[in-house]
């Protein structure tokens, strides 16, 4: 069974300080990684997906197979950037289904 | 550009109670998918609908059902409402993976929040 973890609950840093959200999976056949963000009362936003190999609002994302990891980094945090961040994999077996790690709450102070 | 639509936002019922949310996918998405996000906990998937077809069940009890229409919205019937079932009900929605392009991304809705008193 496909299984994503998020060793972080709760990640603060100052503006303008790098940031690196924790994404470790474990998956029989060949995933596919998601970033979601959840802005405060907002719905889930899909953030980054790993064959996409595109930044958003400055996050970067590389899939790690050797490591079973997909860790979502930003150089300069921003204020804006305090949200709730999920790491999910795509269950291709299973129609599409997505499994989301417990989550990291992101908070950037001034 | 249009977005998935639930209804209502918030619901509040009594135990044992009945309650039918509703999910409208974004335009030519086929793929509905529900998930369910008790307070302080990540979104657990329910169960998805490929062209008016079950997909996959996951966590969903017995006491709740779900269809895909014609016109591809999607409603969750929950019956015997337990305390428990409190929780925020996400719908997403996507392009269905055998066009063959992958696994497509889901879009979520704001979601319903059901509270049970």
Request: net charge positive; with cysteine; aromatic share 12%.
């Given at each position: 069974a496909q299984r994503v973890t998020q060793p972080e609950k709760l990640l603060s840093v100052f503006k303008g300080a790098p940031v690196e959200l924790k994404c470790n999976y474990s998956y029989s056949g060949s995933p596919e990684l998601f970033w979601y963000v959840q802005y405060s009362r907002q719905r889930l936003q899909l953030l980054?997906?790993?064959?996409?190999r595109e930044s958003i609002k400055g996050f970067t994302a590389d899939l790690n197979k050797g490591e079973t990891s997909f860790h979502l980094k930003k150089p300069f945090a921003q204020e804006e950037d305090s949200a709730m961040y999920y790491c999910a994999l795509s269950d291709k077996a299973a129609g599409n289904k997505l499994t989301f790690g417990g989550g990291t709450r992101v908070l950037v102070k001034p | 550009a249009a977005g998935v639509i639930q209804s209502p936002r918030h619901l509040i019922k009594e135990k044992r109670e009945t309650a039918t949310l509703k999910c409208y996918p974004i335009p030519r998405h086929d793929t509905v998918y529900w998930y369910q996000q008790g307070p302080g906990q990540d979104p657990q998937f329910l169960i998805s609908f490929y062209e008016k077809m079950q997909s996959d069940k996951g966590s969903?009890?017995?006491?709740f059902s779900a269809q895909q229409f014609s016109d591809y919205h999607s409603e969750l019937n929950m019956s015997?409402?337990?305390?428990?079932?409190s929780a925020l009900y996400f719908c997403a929605s996507s392009l269905g993976?055998?066009?063959?392009?992958g696994n497509q991304p889901q879009h979520f809705g704001d979601g319903t929040r059901l509270s049970i008193l």
């Amino acid at each position: 069974a496909q299984r994503v973890t998020q060793p972080e609950k709760l990640l603060s840093v100052f503006k303008g300080a790098p940031v690196e959200l924790k994404c470790n999976y474990s998956y029989s056949g060949s995933p596919e990684l998601f970033w979601y963000v959840q802005y405060s009362r907002q719905r889930l936003q899909l953030l980054l997906r790993h064959i996409s190999r595109e930044s958003i609002k400055g996050f970067t994302a590389d899939l790690n197979k050797g490591e079973t990891s997909f860790h979502l980094k930003k150089p300069f945090a921003q204020e804006e950037d305090s949200a709730m961040y999920y790491c999910a994999l795509s269950d291709k077996a299973a129609g599409n289904k997505l499994t989301f790690g417990g989550g990291t709450r992101v908070l950037v102070k001034p | 550009a249009a977005g998935v639509i639930q209804s209502p936002r918030h619901l509040i019922k009594e135990k044992r109670e009945t309650a039918t949310l509703k999910c409208y996918p974004i335009p030519r998405h086929d793929t509905v998918y529900w998930y369910q996000q008790g307070p302080g906990q990540d979104p657990q998937f329910l169960i998805s609908f490929y062209e008016k077809m079950q997909s996959d069940k996951g966590s969903i009890p017995d006491r709740f059902s779900a269809q895909q229409f014609s016109d591809y919205h999607s409603e969750l019937n929950m019956s015997s409402l337990e305390l428990g079932d409190s929780a925020l009900y996400f719908c997403a929605s996507s392009l269905g993976v055998r066009r063959g392009v992958g696994n497509q991304p889901q879009h979520f809705g704001d979601g319903t929040r059901l509270s049970i008193l």
